[in-house]
C-alpha cells in the first residue's frame, strides 16, 4: 500500500506517507535518519551474535538496500516495539488497516457496495465491470515486482507470494472461486489437464493459460505467510518475537498453478472484474490497492506508473471480446469454446448447473481500421472472456424464474444508455443445423431473453464438414435475413478452426460497425435519423 514505486522497498517518502496514515502525524527527516541507525545497529548486533553462534543459519536478508528500507527492516521495527511491550504499536497499524482482533480484513463499504454486482440494482452501472487505469497499472506493478527470475512469466511459487495474503495462497479464479462467487451469475471454469498450445497457428497466437491439478499436501506453500519471515529476534526482549510457523502444520488441498505471463495475468483479471465487480476489487484491495496511488497523499511526488515500454505487446492494440455461449447441446457448446481459447482435446463437460467462465489471450492480424478492409493489417491483442450458459439454467426455469433471467441478460447485454457500456458484448446463440430442436431452442432463447437492442450472432455446427445428409441452411438464412442479421457462421465439429473463422467472426462483431448484429439495426438507425431531421426542423420553425 505505501511502497509506490513497487521496489520492494521503503523511501523516506514512503515511510513519512505510512507515518503519517497511521497516526495522522508528520515524521520529519531526523527521525528517520535515527530510525535508519537504529536498524544497522541493531542488524550489526545480530550479525555478530550469529556469527558467534554455531547453531544459527546465516540470515541473507538486509534491512536496508540502497539507503531504503526492507520488508526485514520493516519488520525488524515492529520487532523492536513488540519487545518493548508497546504492543499497541503493532495493533494501531493492524487496525488502521483494517483489520480486526482475530486479524480479519474488513473491505470498505464503498467497494463492497451490494448494487455494485446486482444485476437489477437501478444505479447498474456496467462501466463498473471493468478494470481501470488504476487498476491496471497496479496489477501490472505488481506482476513485475514479484517475477522472481527476471523472465516473462509469473511461476507458481510467484503466484502463492502474491496470494500468501489469503489462506490458502491461490488466485481468485482457482478453486476459492466457489465460496468466493457464491451467489454470482457465473464462476470461473476449472479444467483439469488443459494445456493450451503455446505456438503460432495460422496467424494466431495463443497465451499460456492457467492450468490446475488437484493435489493434497501437508507441507505448507513456499511463501507462506509468516510475521516474521527472517527469524529477526531480539534476544534481549522481555517478550518473544511472534512465530506463527507452525500454522504452516495445518493440511488443506492446494492447486499447483501453471506459471502465467504478463497477458495472462491480465486476461484473468478482466475475466474476474467482469464476474463480479466487488469482489474483484476486494480482492485488490487486500493486495494493496486502495485507489489512484497518485492522489493519496500529498506528501509524495506522482507516483510512477508502469510504462508501455516494458509491458510486452504494451504498444500493441488491444481489444476485449466478452460473449456469451448459449445453446441447448451443452457439447457442442464446450467445443466451440474450447477451440476459440485454442483447445483441441476433449473433456468431460462441466455438471454444473451455473453459467461458468473462462478466458484466453490470443494475437491476430487485424486491418487497422475494421470498415476498411484495404487497410494495412497490424497484429492485434484479444483478450477473449466467454461464459457458457448451460442449457438447464434455462430449461429448467419457471415462468418466473425466466423472467428474472431476462432482467439479468438485459442489464449484462443492453446498454443503459446512448454511450454506456455493456457487461457482454454479444450472445452467441449455438445449434446444430440437423436438429431443428436446438434450432428451435435458439429461436426460444433469442425471442424469449434478448431484446432488439442486444447484439447476436447464430452459430451453426455440423458433425462433418463433408457430409451432406444435412438439410438446407436456407431456413436459418431467411430467418437471418428477416432480421436483418448476419448469417449463421458455420463450425464443423470435426476441424479444428486453425484459420479462427469463428474468431474473425467474433472480431467483425464487436469491432467493425457495419456488421449486422442487432435486429433490424440499419432499419432503426434510418428511423432515429428521420426522428433527429424531424425535431430539428420543429425546432428551426418554432425559433424563426
Not at 84 to 93: D, F, S
Not at 283 to 309: C, M, N, Q, W, Y
Not at 414 to 424: L, T
Request: charged share 20%; net charge negative; aromatic share 8%.
Amino acid at each position: 500500500m505505501f511502497d509506490l514505486d513497487r521496489d520492494g522497498l521503503l523511501s523516506d517518502d514512503e515511510l513519512m506517507a505510512f507515518q503519517n496514515k497511521i497516526w495522522g502525524a508528520t515524521l520529519i527527516g531526523r527521525d528517520v535518519i535515527e530510525w535508519k541507525n537504529a536498524l544497522a545497529h541493531h542488524d550489526m548486533i545480530i550479525h555478530r551474535r550469529e556469527e558467534a553462534s554455531v547453531e544459527s543459519d546465516p540470515r541473507s536478508e538486509d534491512v536496508m538496500v540502497n539507503d531504503k528500507i526492507t520488508l526485514t527492516g520493516f519488520l525488524t521495527i515492529i520487532d523492536i516495539f513488540i519487545s518493548q511491550n508497546r504492543l499497541e504499536v503493532p495493533w494501531t497499524v493492524l487496525w488502521t488497516l483494517g483489520y480486526d482482533d482475530e486479524l480479519n480484513l474488513h473491505i470498505p463499504e464503498s467497494i463492497l457496495s451490494p448494487e455494485c454486482d446486482d444485476l437489477d440494482a437501478i444505479n447498474f452501472d456496467p462501466s463498473a465491470w471493468r478494470l481501470n487505469a488504476s487498476e491496471v497499472d497496479f496489477l501490472s506493478s505488481i506482476f513485475y515486482q514479484f517475477q522472481s527470475d527476471g523472465g516473462a512469466m509469473l511461476s507458481s511459487e510467484d503466484l502463492n507470494s502474491i496470494f500468501s495474503v489469503f489462506p490458502i495462497p491461490l488466485p481468485p479464479w482457482s478453486v476459492r472461486s466457489k465460496q468466493l462467487l457464491k451467489g454470482c451469475f457465473s464462476i470461473p471454469r476449472i479444467d483439469e489437464d488443459v494445456t493450451p498450445p503455446t505456438s503460432l497457428v495460422a496467424g494466431v497466437t495463443f497465451d499460456p493459460e492457467i492450468e490446475e491439478h488437484n493435489i493434497t499436501s501437508a507441507d505448507p506453500s513456499p511463501s507462506s505467510p509468516s510475521i516474521s519471515p527472517s527469524g529477526v529476534t531480539i534476544s534481549s526482549s522481555p517478550l518473544p518475537s511472534i512465530d506463527v510457523s507452525k500454522s504452516s502444520e495445518l493440511d488443506f488441498t492446494m492447486h499447483a498453478i501453471k506459471p502465467l505471463t504478463y497477458l495472462s495475468w491480465m486476461n484473468h483479471w478482466h475475466m474476474f472484474c467482469t464476474l463480479s465487480p466487488s469482489r474483484c476489487r476486494a480482492e485488490l484491495f487486500s493486495l494493496g490497492h486502495v485507489g489512484d496511488i497518485r492522489t493519496r497523499s500529498k506528501d509524495l511526488h506522482a507516483a510512477p506508473t508502469v510504462s508501455p515500454s516494458t509491458i510486452p505487446d504494451g504498444g500493441t492494440k488491444t481489444i476485449f471480446i466478452r460473449a456469451l455461449v448459449l445453446g441447448s447441446n451443452d457439447q457442442t457448446k464446450r467445443f466451440i469454446i474450447n477451440n476459440l481459447h485454442g483447445i483441441h482435446h476433449d473433456y468431460a463437460v462441466s455438471s454444473s448447473s451455473q453459467p461458468e467462465t473462462s478466458c484466453s489471450v490470443v494475437k491476430v492480424m487485424l486491418p487497422k481500421n475494421m470498415n476498411k478492409s484495404m487497410q494495412n493489417e497490424t497484429e492485434t491483442v484479444v483478450h477473449l472472456i466467454v461464459t457458457e450458459v448451460p442449457s438447464s439454467y434455462y430449461l429448467a426455469s419457471s415462468a418466473s424464474e425466466k423472467k428474472l433471467l431476462r432482467k439479468k441478460f438485459i442489464a449484462l447485454l443492453e446498454k443503459q444508455n446512448a454511450i454506456g457500456d455493456r457487461v457482454y458484448d454479444v450472445a452467441m446463440l449455438v445449434f446444430d443445423t440437423g436438429d431443428e430442436q436446438s434450432w428451435g431452442y435458439a429461436k426460444d432463447i433469442e425471442s424469449n431473453l434478448l431484446t432488439g437492442n442486444m447484439p447476436r450472432i447464430f452459430v451453426g455446427t455440423r458433425e462433418n464438414q463433408h457430409d451432406s445428409s444435412y438439410p438446407s441452411v436456407c431456413e436459418y438464412q431467411n430467418y437471418c435475413k428477416s432480421m436483418d442479421l448476419e448469417e449463421p457462421i458455420g463450425v464443423s465439429l470435426d476441424e479444428t478452426m486453425v484459420d479462427s473463422p469463428l474468431l474473425h467472426h467474433l472480431v467483425r462483431c464487436t469491432q467493425d460497425a457495419s456488421f449486422r448484429s442487432i435486429p433490424h439495426g440499419e432499419r432503426n438507425k434510418r428511423l432515429a435519423a428521420i426522428k433527429r431531421n424531424a425535431y430539428g426542423s420543429a425546432v428551426s420553425c418554432l425559433s424563426a
